[in-house]
């Protein structure tokens, strides 16, 4: 139950974070502004997602409905999934949006410089991120962590809540040789800025 919950509340804050990205898009001039409009209508439906994840959690805190209550998490699931798609394929390319892909490499990575990741999140990297990811991340693992975007935080590869006081994200990575990095970053007008903050679980 406890997993189905916070998978559905996962899907729930990918698309959000996903129409955030679009919204500054069109804020900077780098979507056109009759996407706006679209974009109205998938925050009606993902409101109406939030507030039948809502219902759901209160009703599963009754045993009685338990079964109920974990097939409706894994519709919500299911739904912000299938609603996720839909805005990602009215998205235009980074191409035509005027925005890098995120390389694969540290060493192709700017700093200061807005990459848009295939989970279509807008990042970017401080200097001191950066320098410190080439001498302990050679191998790119953070990098494609932050490129799939949010993740459930038990036993998946990507990005998960930080736990850092001003910071929303953090890159998880199930590598031996790095797994122990946290990268933190904090949402700054619709990018997902990473200023250097890296904690060891060690």
């Known amino acids: 139950m406890v997993q189905a919950q916070s ?3 996962t899907a729930l804050k990918e698309v959000q974070n996903l ?20 974009l109205d209508g998938y925050e009606n439906e993902l409101n109406k997602l939030k507030t039948k994840w809502q219902n759901t959690k ?3 805190e009754n045993s009685e409905y338990y079964e ?3 097939e409706e998490f894994n519709q919500v699931t299911r739904d912000a999934g299938e609603l996720k798609s839909r805005i990602q394929e ?3 390319s980074p191409e035509e949006n005027k925005i890098e892909t995120l390389p694969t ?30 001498t302990k991340d050679r191998d790119g693992n953070h ?20 736990e850092e006081p001003g910071f ?25 800025h990473f200023p250097g903050k890296v904690t060891n679980k060690k």
Not at 19 to 38: C, H, M, N, P, V
Not at 143 to 162: F, W
Not at 176 to 191: A, E, Q
């Open 7 to 9: 998978e559905a509340e």
């Open 168 to 192: 929303d994200f953090k890159s998880k990575v199930l590598s031996k040789k790095v797994s122990h990095y946290r990268f933190h970053g904090k949402m700054i007008d619709g990018v997902l």
């Open 105 to 134: 490499t540290w060493a192709n990575i700017q700093p200061d410089t807005v990459y848009q990741t295939k989970a279509c999140m807008l990042v970017s990297f401080s200097n001191k991120q950066i320098i410190f990811a080439t």
């Open 58 to 60: 209160n009703i599963a």
């Open 90 to 92: 009215q998205i235009p």
């Open 143 to 162: 990098l494609r962590a932050i490129d799939k975007g949010e993740v459930p935080p038990q036993g998946h590869q990507g990005l998960v809540r930080s």
């Open 68 to 70: 109920i209550a974990q």
């Open 19 to 38: 129409l955030e990205t679009q919204r500054q898009l069109i804020k900077s001039g780098k979507l056109a502004a009759d996407f706006t409009y679209r």
